[in-house]
């Protein structure tokens, strides 16, 4: 099983910048299609930014031009530049496969406060 390590979150105030990583256990991560996802309380978990083995990326519309998505696959590793938060962005965010059928144990995730 790949293990799931989130980190990089905190408060910051609307506007401001943070960069999220995420450590897995995977010794063949560069196979895998990569994501980032995000729930805020009452709320579904709903996808952020996707990153292909070949480093294409995709984002929702809410999130483009905002996220960067960016991989470093010799450290098993994926990350997420956000800039220009808004408090709708508040929420814990988790890594994983991109693909649903091939998704491991969620991680414990890493909560992005954001203040008006």
């Known amino acids: 099983q790949v293990q799931l390590v989130e980190s990089g979150g905190g408060v910051v105030q609307a506007g401001g910048s943070l960069r999220l990583s995420c450590a897995t256990s995977?010794?063949?991560?560069?196979?895998?299609?990569m994501a980032w996802y995000r729930q805020a309380p009452g709320n579904q978990r709903e996808w952020v930014a996707s990153?292909?083995?070949?480093?294409?990326?995709d984002y929702p519309d809410s999130m483009k031009g905002r996220f960067t998505i960016s991989r470093d696959n010799a450290k098993s590793t994926v990350y997420l530049q956000m800039n220009g938060l808004k408090p709708e962005d508040t929420a814990r965010y988790y890594c994983?496969?991109?693909?649903?059928?091939?998704?491991?144990?969620w991680g414990q995730g890493t909560q992005v406060t954001v203040s008006s």
């Open positions: 994983n496969n991109a693909v649903p059928r091939y998704q491991w144990p």
């Open positions: 995977s010794r063949i991560f560069s196979v895998y299609d």
């Open positions: 990153i292909s083995t070949d480093s294409d990326t």
